[in-house]
């Protein structure tokens, strides 16, 4: 089991930045990836941005290609994300995801998520 703990999110303006971070705790030698995604209302889940935990390898939507950097921490297990230029747009529940593959078995943990808004 995998547990994610997020940080961050808020109220920010529009061109405005927010850093979102998320702590792995439990069995975290299994992650294999760490991701965010994001919910609006009416809307699916979509992801915005990974990491792969031993190489370091990223993806970006490219809906934030250029605002949105996401860096992960392999000591204290954790993985931040970094947003500029922050657009109403963006404005959604954020979601800290981790993909674990322990004994042979992949699993997929969530975060509880962390509302960011902004406003024009």
């Known amino acids: 089991q995998v547990q994610l703990v997020e940080f961050g999110g808020g109220l920010v303006q529009a061109g405005g930045s927010l850093r979102l971070s998320c702590a792995a705790s439990?069995?975290?030698?299994?992650?294999?990836?760490m991701g965010w995604y994001r919910q609006a209302p009416g809307k699916e889940r979509e992801l915005l941005a990974s990491?792969?935990?031993?190489?370091?390898?990223?993806y970006y939507t490219d809906s934030v290609k250029g605002r949105f950097t996401i860096s992960r921490d392999n000591v204290n297990f954790t993985v931040s994300l970094q947003m500029n230029s922050l657009k109403p747009g963006d404005t959604a529940v954020y979601y800290c995801?981790?993909?674990?593959?322990?004994?042979?078995?992949?699993?997929?943990?969530w975060g509880q998520g962390t509302q960011v808004t902004v406003s024009s």
């Open positions: 995801n981790a993909d674990a593959l322990c004994w042979g078995h992949s699993s997929v943990y």
């Open positions: 439990g069995d975290t030698i299994c992650i294999s990836a």
């Open positions: 990491v792969t935990w031993s190489g370091g390898s990223t």
